[in-house]
């Protein structure tokens, strides 16, 4: 992987929005971790799923006030983004909108079971970190990319 890599939890409903094409933009808090424009962001699906299921190519990343991000992303059409969106970044210092491109579903997703086998000390991040190149994680994902 050459662009930075990201690991992010996502709720199964919006996980299925970005793998279908309907979601055009994923919202976040902003948490102090820059994402880089043209990324690759890994998607961790919660809920009941708790797999890593695939991936997204990120676009433009835009940061601000949730008001300003919600203006850049929302009103564009066919952005995906609805009324259930925005509480999510409502009342946060600063937001950001991730452009989706290039959606990939894993062959063989890797459940939560089978990382903490591998990792035991794995644990799912609350929104998202940068993946290392010296981590564990970050060589199980190179080969989760080439099947």
Known sequence: MSAK???MSIKPK???QIFTGKKKYELRRHIGVEIEDYSTIILY???RVKALMGEFQAGKVI????AYVWRKTAYQPGSGLDEDDW???EGSELAMAIEIFKT?????PI???????????????L???ELSECEPLYFIVEKLRKL
């Open 5 to 7: 890599v990201y690991l």
């Open 14 to 16: 919006f996980a299925y």
């Open 45 to 47: 699906v919660s809920g």
């Open 63 to 66: 940061v601000g006030s949730p």
């Open 87 to 89: 509480p999510y970044i």
């Open 104 to 108: 990939k579903i894993y062959r063989r």
């Open 111 to 125: 459940s939560l079971a089978e990382l903490k086998n591998i990792i035991p000390s794995f644990m799912p991040p």
């Open 127 to 129: 929104s998202y970190r």
